[in-house]
């Protein structure tokens, strides 16, 4: 089993910036890829960006491309989203995912997931 737990979210005004983070634990996660996912109210989730082991990084939204960075420390089992010119529209509930794998845009790719933390952009 793989534990994930996420922070950082919060309210932030237009433009603002946030970092999430997401602590993994349990397995060794040297074959697991960790990603991101988020959910709007009344809409699906969707997947925001993924990073491998070796820091491969992709980004599956062009709304966040040059807006997000994602990283990962394999020495605190620690993924970072790193969300800068934060836009109303990136409002939502956002999830740490885990597969042992390949890193995937849809959800049904990955089988852990944390509880989620919320992101709320507004004036």
């Known amino acids: 089993q793989v534990q994930l737990v996420e922070s950082g979210g919060g309210l932030v005004h237009p433009g603002g910036s946030l970092r999430l983070s997401c602590v993994a634990s349990?397995?060794?996660?040297?074959?697991?890829?960790i990603g991101w996912f988020r959910q709007a109210p009344g809409k699906e989730r969707e997947g925001v960006s993924c990073i491998t082991n070796s820091q491969g990084s992709s980004y599956f939204l062009d709304s966040v491309k040059g807006r997000f960075t994602i990283s990962r420390d394999n020495a605190k089992s620690t993924v970072y989203l790193q969300m800068d010119s934060l836009k109303p529209e990136d409002t939502g509930v956002y999830y740490c995912?885990?597969?042992?794998?390949?890193?995937?845009?849809?959800?049904?790719?990955?089988?852990?997931w944390g509880q989620g933390t919320q992101v709320t952009v507004s004036a």
């Open positions: 995912v885990a597969v042992a794998g390949h890193c995937s845009r849809y959800a049904s790719t990955y089988n852990y």
């Open positions: 349990g397995k060794s996660l040297d074959f697991y890829v």
